[in-house]
């Protein structure tokens, strides 16, 4: 190809470039956003006390690490969804809201008889747990995961994971507005294994959706 055919390429398939990707995983971010709180609200709703919920610092904290969770991560996807992505130290903030739960688990341990810890952990609400969080979280985790397909993702699977890892942040926020049980314990043992499903589920999907 000549020289001058090769610039007139370029120049059509810049005018035809797709959106950049972090425009994309914005747009994307809100509409699962918004999307899981349709469904949450007429499906679901907060629970009943909630009025007096927001009031107590077992509950406020949970809904401060989901948030986190879900704030923290998406830079780190951002990164992600371009081919030339280093990720190097921009991945340490993921470790904020782990880190927060971890002296919430303390602090809880500190002011909870030992006799109580296992009810504390096991709740009352694991199986609605582990069934509402992957299911809110599908539509959110189908937007990012199309999003991503408008990049090219330096790592299909990791994208994938962290994909699943901002979904289940965003349906464990709505649902923790549901939950009762709001010890941290509860919430480091059920939320985080139903975010880690989510996690490999993504993972799983993205090795062969991102793939380019």
């Known amino acids: ?98 880190l927060l739960l971890v002296a919430g688990i303390i602090v809880e341990l500190m002011v909870t008889p030992p006799q109580a810890w296992v009810a504390h952990t096991v709740g009352h609400n694991w199986r609605d747990c582990l069934t509402i969080i992957p299911l809110l979280a599908l539509t959110p985790l189908a937007a990012v995961m199309i999003a991503l397909r408008s990049g090219a993702p330096a790592s299909p699977m990791l994208s994938g994971a962290l994909a699943g890892v901002v979904a289940g942040a965003i349906s464990a926020t709505y649902y923790a507005t549901l939950c009762t049980d709001d010890s941290p314990l509860f919430v480091a043992t059920w939320y985080t294994i139903a975010i880690i499903g989510l996690a490999l589920a993504g993972a799983i999907a993205g090795r062969t959706a991102l793939k380019w």
């Open 1 to 98: 190809m000549r020289t001058d055919e090769l610039i007139k390429a370029l120049a059509a398939d810049a005018g035809t470039r797709q959106p950049a990707p972090s425009r994309a995983l914005g747009l994307a971010l809100v509409a699962g956003v918004a999307l899981a709180g349709i469904v949450f609200a007429i499906l679901l709703g907060p629970r009943d006390d909630i009025g007096t919920a927001i009031g107590t610092w077992r509950f406020e904290f949970k809904l401060v690490v989901t948030t986190l969770l879900f704030v923290t991560t998406i830079p780190v996807l951002v990164r992600l969804a371009r081919p030339d992505a280093s990720l190097g130290n921009a991945i340490l903030p993921l470790a904020i809201a782990p």
